[in-house]
């Protein structure tokens, strides 16, 4: 047995606790429960064990009122009486292990996929504190992706962490699934909250695949769990990235999705007795949000850095809801997926004039972002003029920049749905090459002068 292992196990040991405060059911209100006894023993956080009759049932501490506790349980209240007793559980935390990679787990670490696991040495709490935003190093190389979209036009570097903004049935989690195949880092770390059981089983085993599985870490929690394992799944995922980014590791984090994890949230902090403000959401919404974005990012000197995906239901292509606005404000880039364009069969469909990423222009040269500012000037003149050129009323001739745009518009729609295996320098010269067809009258890159890691 590693020496890790049996450090794991000695505090595990150290741990097991042979007493435990114990206190009594006083009334259940709604779906709370108020317990008597504990209010000078347990605190806003940890976990409570209440004992009935068709079996023991789990919950977690939300309020503290005079002689009172409030337990919100993570299932039904059936069978739950009055009298009943509750016991202390203590604060629960997460030992992620190295062994945890290639593995599917729960948000309090237990396994999901069958087998046997081991928690590692340390015991972290899944409220861990973002690095100290003066000594974060700054945005890294440029990451290869294997996609040419996000190979050329928005760029993502290490430690970057950007939005991915879709409705329902436009093609999220396949997008999400390739980054997690692609794009280069040492180790994956997917939460997926809320998702439907069937769906955890297909995108683990066929969608991301044994080429995806063997360096990812998938903590889930679906749709049939209580908002409280919902809501710590992110919280849970976020921290196993942690300790394999304080290991010096390059770690992509991929959420699927932030929205959930703030419905979730919403239905804890309402049973907490917070009023909804934003559109149902509760005012501190906002800071749980901004609070897990920040823990992504570059990390300190001499630990490796997180590249962080979130992404984000949004129903109606609304980006004004509230979720979509709070996080787009505070990340590095947002990427929008258009319905319309997956209507038309082309995947990823990505809404490139819709979608920003920050870290342009550093992690390009000067003549690669020539390149991305006469295609971004194309695809405008084209979607400004489109409806005229479908209904037959644009002349060729009249425009020297959309007879352009037209000419290059099929082309290019195809090229954001190509893989990139080659890698960026790749990309960009297929890019080239569409424009100098088009007759842009570009001179090409002489030399990727941008950020690249490989």
């Known amino acids: 047995m590693e020496e890790t292992e049996i450090a794991a196990l000695?505090?595990?040991?150290?741990?097991?606790q042979p007493v435990h405060a114990v206190g009594r059911v006083r009334s259940v209100e709604g779906t709370v429960i108020w317990v008597r006894g504990l209010a000078h023993r347990a605190r806003i956080g940890d976990r409570l064990r209440l004992m009935r009759d068709v079996g023991p049932l789990?919950?977690?501490?939300?309020?503290?009122?005079?002689?009172?506790?409030?337990?919100?349980?993570?299932?039904?209240?059936?069978g739950v009486s009055q009298g009943d007793r509750v016991a202390v559980l203590g604060a629960p935390g997460l030992a992620p292990s190295d062994s945890w990679i290639g593995r599917v787990i729960d948000p309090y670490g237990l396994p999901l996929d069958g087998a046997p696991i081991s928690p590692g040495p340390r015991l972290r709490s899944i409220r861990g504190s973002p690095p100290p935003a003066a000594r974060r190093r700054g945005l890294g190389a440029r990451l290869p992706t294997g996609l040419a979209a996000f190979d050329t036009v928005l760029p993502i570097v290490r430690g970057q962490r950007i939005g991915l903004f879709a409705g329902s049935g436009v093609g999220k989690s396949r997008l999400l699934a390739a980054l997690a195949r692609g794009m280069s880092a040492e180790v994956v770390v997917l939460a997926l909250v809320g998702e439907r059981g069937r769906e955890l089983h297909d995108f683990v085993h066929n969608v991301l695949?044994?080429?995806?599985?063997?360096?990812?870490?998938?903590?889930?929690?679906?749709?049939?769990?209580?908002?409280?394992?919902?809501?710590?799944?992110?919280?849970?995922?976020?921290?196993?990235?942690?300790?394999?980014?304080?290991?010096?590791?390059?770690?992509?984090f991929l959420a699927d999705s932030v929205t959930r994890f703030a419905e979730a949230y919403r239905e804890v902090a309402i049973a907490a007795g917070e009023l909804p403000a934003l559109r149902g959401f509760p005012p501190s919404t906002a800071h749980q949000i901004m609070r897990l974005a920040e823990r992504a990012g570059p990390g300190l000197a001499g630990t490796g850095d997180i590249t962080a995906v979130f992404s984000v239901l949004v129903a109606g292509s609304d980006m004004e809801e509230p979720i979509a606005d709070i996080l787009?404000?505070?990340?590095?880039?947002?990427t929008v997926l258009s319905r319309e364009i997956a209507e038309r069969g082309r995947y990823p469909a990505i809404d490139i004039l819709r979608s920003v990423s920050r870290s342009l222009p550093e992690a390009a040269s000067p003549e690669e972002n020539e390149i991305l500012m006469k295609v971004r000037h194309l695809l405008g003149a084209y979607a400004r003029s489109e409806a005229m050129i479908r209904a037959g009323l644009y002349r060729d001739g009249e425009d020297p920049v959309l007879d352009q745009a037209i000419r290059i518009w099929t082309e290019l729609d195809g090229f954001f749905a190509e893989s990139a295996p080659q890698g960026p320098e790749a990309a960009f010269a297929r890019l080239t090459l569409l424009l100098r067809r088009s007759g842009a009258g570009l001179a090409g890159p002489r030399g990727t002068r941008g950020r690249q890691a490989g």
Not at 58 to 78: F, K, Q
Request: charged residues 35%; hydrophobic residues 40%.
């Open 58 to 78: 789990e919950g977690e501490v939300l309020r503290i009122r005079e002689e009172l506790v409030a337990m919100l349980p993570d299932d039904g209240l059936e």
């Open 10 to 16: 000695r505090r595990r040991i150290a741990a097991v």
């Open 328 to 334: 787009r404000g505070v990340l590095d880039g947002h």
């Open 209 to 252: 695949g044994p080429e995806g599985m063997a360096r990812s870490v998938v903590v889930a929690a679906t749709s049939d769990r209580s908002p409280l394992e919902r809501r710590r799944c992110a919280m849970a995922a976020m921290t196993v990235a942690e300790h394999f980014r304080d290991q010096g590791r390059q770690v992509l």
